[in-house]
T-cell receptor
Framework: GAGVSQTPSNKVTEKGKYVELRCDPI?????LYWYRQSLGQGPEFLIY????????DSGLPNDRFFAVRPEGSVSTLKIQRTERGDSAVYLC???????????FGPGTRLTVL | GESVGLHLPTLSVQEGDNSIINCAYS??????FIWYKQESGKGPQFIID?????DKRQGQRVTVLLNKTVKHLSLQIAATQPGDSAVYFC??????????FGTGTRLTVIP
C-alpha cells in the first residue's frame, strides 16, 4: 500500500519568506508526527496530532512554526519569516490508533538562503 | 533528562558477516524502543521494535536485544549485505507519544 508522502521533496526559499510543507499520512492512520532532522543528526520531534487536534506541540522551536490537520488526514507545516537556521529535512510520520510504530515519509529538504 | 546515544558513530563489516549496532538510553521509564534504517536522501525505514517487557525480538535477519539493567539496546543483522549499508538509528518512547532519537551509526558493508 501507499506509504507516507511529502511534498515538495525539496524547497529553496529566501530568508524571511513563508513556506508550507505538506504531509499525506498512510490511509487510516490517526496519529501524525512532524520531525526535523539536521545534517548528521537524528530526527527531533516537533508536533504530534491525534485526529485533527495537536495533542503535543512541545517540540516547535518558536511561534514562527505552526501546523494544521483540519480534516484529520493531510497535515501542513507552516514556517513564517524563515531563517537560515531553519534549513533541515522535515520529516512526517504516521501511526495507526493504539500502536507505537511510526512510519516515516521521505522528507522535505528545506534550504533557506 | 531523556537521551539516546550510540557507542560508535561508524561501523564497517565484511559482506556476509554479522553486524551489531549498539545503543544506550538514559530514561528508565522508556517502555518502547525502535530501530530505523536511513539511506541517503530517504526517510527513516522501520526495521524492528521491542517493548520494555521483552528482552529479545527477532525479525527477518535482524534481532533486537534489550538489557534494561544497563539501559542498553542492540541491533544484530545476520549475514550483512551491501544493501544494509546505511545509517541506523535507535529511538525510545516514554509516556509521551514522540520518539527520541540518537545521532545514528553509519554501517558500511565491504564487498
Amino acid at each position: 500500500g501507499a506509504g507516507v508522502s511529502q511534498t515538495p521533496s525539496n524547497k529553496v526559499t529566501e530568508k524571511g519568506k513563508y513556506v508550507e510543507l505538506r504531509c499525506d499520512p498512510i490511509s487510516g492512520h490517526t496519529a501524525l508526527y512532524w520531525y526535523r532532522q539536521s545534517l548528521g543528526q537524528g530526527p527531533e520531534f516537533l508536533i504530534y496530532f491525534q485526529g485533527t487536534g495537536a495533542a503535543d506541540d512541545s517540540g516547535l522551536p518558536n511561534d514562527r512554526f505552526f501546523a494544521v490537520r483540519p480534516e484529520g488526514s493531510v497535515s501542513t507545516l507552516k514556517i513564517q519569516r524563515t531563517e537560515r537556521g531553519d534549513s533541515a529535512v522535515y520529516l512526517c510520520a504516521s501511526s495507526s490508533s493504539g500502536t507505537d510504530t511510526q512510519y516515516f515519509g521521505p522528507g522535505t529538504r528545506l534550504t533557506v538562503l | 533528562g531523556e537521551s539516546v546515544g550510540l557507542h560508535l558513530p561508524t561501523l564497517s563489516v565484511q559482506e556476509g558477516d554479522n553486524s551489531i549496532i549498539n545503543c544506550a538510553y538514559s530514561n528508565s521509564a522508556s517502555d518502547y524502543f525502535i530501530w530505523y534504517k536511513q539511506e541517503s536522501g530517504k526517510g527513516p525505514q522501520f526495521i524492528i521494535d521491542i517493548r520494555s517487557n521483552m528482552d529479545k525480538r527477532q525479525g527477518q535477519r535482524v534481532t533486537v536485544l534489550l538489557n534494561k539493567t544497563v539501559k542498553h539496546l542492540s541491533l544484530q543483522i545476520a549475514a550483512t549485505q551491501p544493501g544494509d549499508s546505511a545509517v541506523y538509528f535507535c529511538a525510545e518512547k516514554t509516556g509521551a507519544n514522540n520518539l527520541f532519537f540518537g545521532t545514528g551509526t553509519r554501517l558500511t558493508v565491504i564487498p
